[in-house]
């Protein structure tokens, strides 16, 4: 099954909420980006935000500027429908990280649980050859993986885990880390998944 048809798969069959990623209120995503200090006019692309709710808590603290990127459209379609009219104010892009051209820049590329399912060398290149492309100097890069001691595995697919050190390594000269921290995220089921924060700022 290639990676789209997965994702597709998951969303479809699975409501928001059931999925182990979910969050109620993404609180550790909000705090990443208010500290960025940007305007709450600045463009902000959350990648693979597909049915997350951090779209809905963007548009509560007043952000006006989002874009949402994910390889599911029925992920999208999900978020949309709960949006209602809220939605017509945020840009859908349906579309794979790997081969993901961006239109325009964004003051902040917003990744949680993406980048760990990029196992091969190759993809993790064309990720941050999108992401340098997306943001200008002085762009905030916000990436969550799954920490060394976090799972192995999620939905069924392979990750790597990263330390701060090493997602710096992935990310290259290009960018400085600004900030990183661990945190504990309680999957729907009551696992316990640990996770590295990190933000970093494009030269």
């Known amino acids: 099954m290639d990676r789209k048809t997965h994702w597709e798969n998951v969303y479809s069959t699975l409501k928001p909420h059931e999925v182990g990623w979910y969050q109620a209120y993404p609180e550790m995503p909000l705090h990443l980006i208010a500290s960025t200090g940007v305007d709450k006019s600045a463009a902000i692309i959350d990648v693979g935000g597909g049915a997350s709710n951090l779209v809905d808590a963007l548009q509560e603290n007043g952000y006006s500027d989002v874009t949402v990127l994910d390889l599911s459209a029925a992920a999208l379609e999900v978020t ?3 949006l209602g009219q809220a939605s017509d104010r945020v840009k859908w892009l349906a ?3 790997t081969s993901f ?7 902040v590329w917003h ?5 760990h399912f990029l196992t091969e060398a190759e993809d993790r290149l ?4 999108a992401a340098r ?3 200008p100097p002085g762009g905030h890069l916000i990436m969550a993986t799954f920490a060394l001691d976090g799972p192995p595995q999620c939905s069924g697919l392979d990750v790597v885990r990263y330390t701060p050190e090493r997602l710096q390594q992935e990310v290259g000269d290009g960018f400085t880390l600004a900030e990183s ?3 504990l995220h309680i999957t729907p089921s009551q696992g316990k998944q640990s996770y590295t924060f990190c933000r970093f700022i494009r030269n």
Request: glycine letters at 8%; hydrophobic letters at 40%; a positive charge.
């Open 181 to 183: 921290f661990g945190g």
């Open 111 to 115: 990744d949680r649980a993406v980048f």
């Open 126 to 129: 064309r990720y941050m050859e």
């Open 80 to 82: 949309k429908a709960r």
């Open 101 to 107: 051209t961006p239109q325009q820049q964004y003051n």
């Open 133 to 135: 492309a997306a943001l």
């Open 95 to 97: 579309a794979d990280i």
